[in-house]
């Protein structure tokens, strides 16, 4: 049993079988149910979470089949898989059957409770994901999480990341917070000209315990607007002690004092990005209107569908830099990906150079007039993204 969660052998050779369970043993951790037939999965208690230890079947029963066993019978499983041999076809395929992670036996065994913790996780977030089908997209309690994301560099991500939570700010006057998830070299602090070295590092100490005035003694707050900000790490290397477990920590606890948290999220899948668009209610895929970036987004949308995060209206699709000399437009693009277009922001190279150079938002200041176009498609942007 670990947490809420009991914990299932499933194994035809008993060599391994006594493995694991001794190596469980040794790190505190117990076997709830070894089961030696595959056929007797059905043991494995539906109503109850459980993280499920497949070892390779030695007969004509498939890893597929009993996979697509397991989660027939129980839908609350977190599967791994113990292996003697793992290659680039067989990570692959546990991938799409939904497993939660591979681990070859016997040289990988001392990282048998890591994954087994991980897939507690995963159950939780499972179930917290059952609930937000249940109550519909954004049933989180408290704060709303957007997330802008892309695989590309280069495609505006950041400053429109900055720039709508600015304008979220000053059109609601609601409490929001922009944190730059961009952990090395992230480019928050150069685009709004923020002094200081305060970063989502020095939460690190407090992370289990975060309140309100932990955030407060870290965050920069923009003069005329009011909107807060969480900046990354200065140094890179500090930015690899940061995990996926410190960023669903923090946002738990910013959901429960912000109105709206923004997240620019780096280009890399790791799995701290990775666990920032599972807590996300929206992700903004932003990209230009290009072949290579259309090349990208494609790649982005078979990821995010396997993993299940472009369900329903989660997924939205921004596209930046749009102009008529531009190879796609936003048409051409919803026709090519079957996605409906979030919105379209207009090429405006002075107006963004700017604001960039300056280190200001496009909108600054309560009552400011509007003047260029991409202000303005911003703050219709954030209009329609709060509602």
């Known amino acids: 049993m ?50 499920v230890l497949l070892a390779e079947p030695a007969g004509s029963v498939t890893m597929e089949d009993l996979c697509g066993a397991l989660r027939e019978g129980n839908r609350q499983v977190a599967i791994i898989l113990l292996l003697k041999n793992v290659n680039f076809s067989v990570m692959r395929d546990a991938v799409k059957i939904g497993v939660v992670d591979v681990l070859r036996l016997p ?18 977030k499972d179930q917290r994901r059952h609930a937000q089908t249940i109550g519909g997209l954004g049933s989180h309690s408290g704060g709303k999480v957007l997330s802008f994301y892309s695989v590309k560099g280069g ?10 939570a600015q304008a979220i700010r000053l059109s609601t006057g609601k409490r929001v917070l922009l944190i730059d998830l961009c952990l090395q070299f992230g480019g928050i602090q150069r685009m709004l000209n923020l002094q200081g070295q305060r970063s989502i590092a020095d939460l690190d100490p407090v992370i289990h315990e975060l ?11 923009l003069e005329h607007s009011g909107l807060n900000v969480l900046l990354g790490p200065a140094k890179p290397d500090i930015a690899e002690l940061l995990t996926d477990n410190h960023v669903e920590l923090l946002l738990s606890a910013c959901r429960r004092y912000f109105d ?19 807590e996300s209610d929206q992700i903004i895929y932003v990209v230009t209107p290009d072949s290579p970036a ?6 982005a949308v078979e990821f995010f569908e396997r993993y299940g995060l472009a369900e329903g209206e989660r997924f939205k699709i921004l596209v930046n830099k749009v102009s008529k000399k531009s190879d796609l437009t936003t048409k051409d693009i919803e026709k090519i990906t079957g996605i409906p277009i979030l919105a379209g922001i207009r090429s405006d190279y002075k107006a963004i150079k700017d604001a960039v150079n300056n280190g200001r938002p496009l909108w600054e200041k309560p009552k400011e007039k509007l003047w260029n176009g991409v202000a303005k498609d911003v703050v219709r942007l954030s209009k329609q993204l709060v509602g």
């Open 107 to 124: 040289d990988e065994i001392t990282l048998l409770e890591k994954v087994v913790r991980d897939g507690l996780r995963f159950l939780n």
């Open 294 to 299: 259309l090349f990208g987004l494609k790649a």
């Open 211 to 221: 309140d309100e005035s932990h955030l407060n003694n870290i965050l920069f707050t």
């Open 155 to 164: 495609c505006g991500k950041t400053f429109l990341a900055a720039n709508v």
């Open 260 to 278: 709206y948290i923004i997240l620019d999220l780096p280009v890399e899948l790791n799995k701290v990005s990775i666990t920032a668009l599972n």
């Open 2 to 51: 670990i947490g809420n969660a009991k914990i299932a052998l499933l194994s035809e050779d008993l060599n391994i079988t006594e493995k694991v369970v001794q190596h469980m043993q040794t790190v505190g951790l117990t076997v709830d149910n070894v089961i030696e037939n595959p056929t007797e999965v059905y043991r494995i208690s539906p109503d109850v979470p459980t993280i």
